[in-house]
C-alpha cells in the first residue's frame, strides 16, 4: 500500500495527487501546488490566498494499492470526472463539510 495526498480545486474541481504522506510536505510545498494551478484562474490576490488556504487545509492523505496508485494524476491537475480515486476518498457524500460559497464572496461597496 502507498500514500498520496489528494489536493482538489474548488474552483474547477480539478485533482492533483501528490506521492507520499501529508506530513511529508511543508505547507509551502503545497501552498506551491496550489498557486501554480490557481494562476490559471482569474482571481484576485485576496481570492487566490483565500483558495490557496481553503485547498490545502481541505488536503487529504489516501491510502492505495502500490499498482492503483499510478493512475493517480500524479503529474497533473485532472479533471475530476476523468480521475480514478478510491471509494470515499474525498468523503462527497457526506455534504456537511463544504464550505459556504457566499462567505468567500466579497462586496463591491
Ligand atoms: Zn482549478
Not at 29 to 39: D, P
Not at 70 to 80: N, S
Amino acid at each position: 500500500m502507498e500514500s498520496a495526498v489528494i489536493l482538489l480545486c474548488p474552483i474547477c474541481n480539478a485533482i492533483h495527487a501528490l506521492e507520499g504522506r501529508r506530513n511529508e510536505y511543508s505547507k509551502q510545498e503545497l501552498f506551491s501546488q496550489v498557486k501554480t494551478h490557481l494562476r490559471g484562474h482569474d482571481l484576485n490576490e485576496p481570492k487566490m490566498a483565500i483558495r490557496k488556504y481553503g485547498v490545502v487545509s481541505d488536503a487529504t492523505e489516501i491510502v492505495v494499492p502500490s499498482k492503483t496508485r499510478r493512475q493517480l494524476p500524479i503529474k497533473e491537475w485532472t479533471e475530476r470526472d476523468d480521475t480514478w480515486l478510491p471509494d470515499g476518498a474525498l468523503s462527497g457524500g457526506e455534504g456537511s463539510q463544504s464550505t459556504p460559497e457566499s462567505s468567500v464572496e466579497v462586496s463591491s461597496l
